[in-house]
């Protein structure tokens, strides 16, 4: 049992959470155990402030407890009686636990618009037994807590963080729909740094992004009211994931938003320029409306094939940033080299125009739904200054293929110091005053002369050539890259194929 102590809490919690699971699906039961979650903390950060204005004390002397406008006035959540978790908590062992949640949930919507269509009403159903319910309840309600909001917040948007990755391990591919590893956002957090300004993310998943750029600002001493947050998802349940998610953490949500048309075909902050675009769009998508946005304002580097998304989304970046503006995503690996329908032309374009400031490349097995390669892009509006020095006709490319750990057979983990590395290469490679230098195998700042004479394939590995002490091949990390690019292309014939046949069959009917 001595192990079982030295566990962190979220660990403990997931492993109690989890044997009550029973018969009931990850995907069905995260949310179930992540609504409690949500309420254990809307009903602290309402009871803290509520005994405060119960005291009468300095600033709160005659105030109602019970007035919804006190609560409105510092940002707190109103908690009808029969919501809150006291009221909740006595009533756990009790047959009846599963309607009381639902309606608790129904509750706290009507009385905080921000919140409604958001929270889970999931508990009365017939799959969930009641007994198992109550024992949940009595385990979020062991979390310790510190004795003010913000350490409330702080514990539980740590717990609920970690659940939604433990999730996203259990759902395996379909996981990865709502979650981005937390690594991954992390390392494209450190390498942008956005201590202050307008953050969009188009296709924001559970908000992790948001969660994270806030977290970074608080790292480094900024001020998290400097940062405004916009995002779109078209799931409509990921988008209530993401609501709760950011709720959690007193992070204004306002902006963001759902629409089941998605950014391309709805853009829901259409006028928005901002500072940062930071995101994790879904790899080689073919089901994303090109068709009908042929010569739309957004592609202004070329048109993107209907098949592929990966170039509109690129686009759907650049349009979204000021002209200072920067942006780091995610990228299935073939947007390095493919020159498809037109792809390779607008990634010529985009170089041209000097817009693509780094590329990192990285290793197999991070993303829970795809064993697809991946790789970063980071583009900057103003390569010529921007508050670094001039490296206009430079790009950075980083090879980070043979970093991070693997924490089960099939998913690998950059470590904070892998992290770290790759940041800190990009930083002192754009300061003017930083000590950067090329590192076989690692890391080279290309001319454009350079990437033209490649025409304009921009896979790490091009550049960076191998390390000193590089002198095996790893075949088989290799070959599952290979195999897996072999199946998105076989999928890409297999649709054009479809399409052809499609407008042949059309052909011969208006014939």
């Known amino acids: 049992m001595a192990n079982a102590k030295q566990e ?30 949500f309420l254990r903390y809307i009903s602290d950060t309402f009871e803290e402030l509520y ?12 105030a109602d407890p019970e007035d919804k406008d006190e609560y409105k006035a510092e940002n707190v959540f109103f908690v009808p009686k029969n919501a809150r978790w006291s009221y909740l908590q006595d009533r756990a062992k009790l047959p009846g636990i599963g309607t009381d949640i639902d309606s608790a949930m129904d509750l706290i919507e ?65 996981g990865g729909q709502f979650y981005t590893p937390r690594c991954v956002v992390e390392l494209l957090v450190e390498m942008l740094e956005p201590y202050q300004g307008r953050v969009l993310d188009p296709c924001c998943g559970s908000g992790g992004m948001f969660v994270q750029s806030e977290k970074f600002v608080e790292d480094h001493q900024g001020n998290v009211n400097q940062i405004s947050i916009y995002g779109q998802e078209s799931n409509q349940t990921t988008w209530r994931l993401a609501k709760m998610n950011l709720a959690i953490r007193g992070i204004d949500s306002s902006q963001v938003k759902w629409n089941n048309e998605g950014s391309f075909l709805n853009d829901t902050h259409k006028d928005l320029r901002a500072d940062f675009v930071i995101a ?64 390779g032309e607008i990634r010529k374009n985009l170089i041209e125009a000097r817009l693509v400031d780094c590329i990192v490349n990285l290793p197999a097995k991070l993303f829970l739904n795809t064993q697809i390669p991946a790789s970063l892009w980071f ?28 924490i089960n057979r099939r998913t690998r983990e950059l470590s904070p110091d892998d992290i770290t590395k790759i940041a800190e290469t990009y930083h002192n490679w754009r300061k003017t005053d930083g000590d950067y230098e090329d590192i076989a195998g690692f890391c080279n700042s290309a001319h454009i002369d350079k990437v033209r004479e490649l025409d304009y394939v921009v896979t790490p590995g091009r550049y960076v050539g191998l390390a000193v002490e590089e002198d095996d091949f790893n075949f088989k990390e290799r070959f599952t ?5 072999f199946q998105e292309q076989l999928k890409e014939e297999e649709r054009l194929n479809a399409l052809i046949k499609e407008n042949l069959a059309k052909v011969k ?3």
């Open 8 to 37: 962190p809490l979220e660990k403990q919690l997931w492993k109690a959470a989890d044997k009550l699971r029973k018969n009931i699906d990850a995907a069905e039961y995260k949310h179930v155990v992540l609504g409690i979650i």
């Open 51 to 62: 005994e405060k204005l119960k005291s009468g004390k300095n600033e709160y002397a005659g």
């Open 110 to 174: 009507k009385e905080n618009p921000s919140l409604k269509n958001v929270l889970p009403k999931v508990y009365a159903r017939q799959n969930l037994d009641p007994t198992s319910l109550g024992s949940l309840i009595d385990e979020i309600g062991k979390i310790a807590l510190g004795d003010t909001k913000e350490k409330s917040a702080d514990v539980l948007g740590h717990v609920f963080e970690y659940f939604l990755g433990e999730f996203a391990l259990a759902e395996g591919k379909k």
């Open 280 to 343: 994790n769009p879904p790899f080689n998508d073919s089901d994303w409306s090109g068709e009908l946005l042929q010569g739309d304002g957004r592609w202004k580097y070329g048109t993107p094939p209907n098949g592929n998304a990966n170039y509109g989304w690129i686009q759907h970046f650049l349009y979204h940033l000021n002209p200072t503006g920067q942006a780091g995503f995610v990228l299935s690996k073939g947007a390095l080299t493919s020159k498809s329908s037109g792809e």
């Open 379 to 406: 583009l900057n509006r103003n390569k010529a200054d921007g508050g670094f020095r001039n490296r206009m006709d430079e790009i950075l490319f980083i090879d980070a293929r043979n970093m991070g750990h693997l």
């Open 481 to 485: 890259e290979l195999q897996a690019e």
């Open 509 to 511: 009917i208006d014939e």
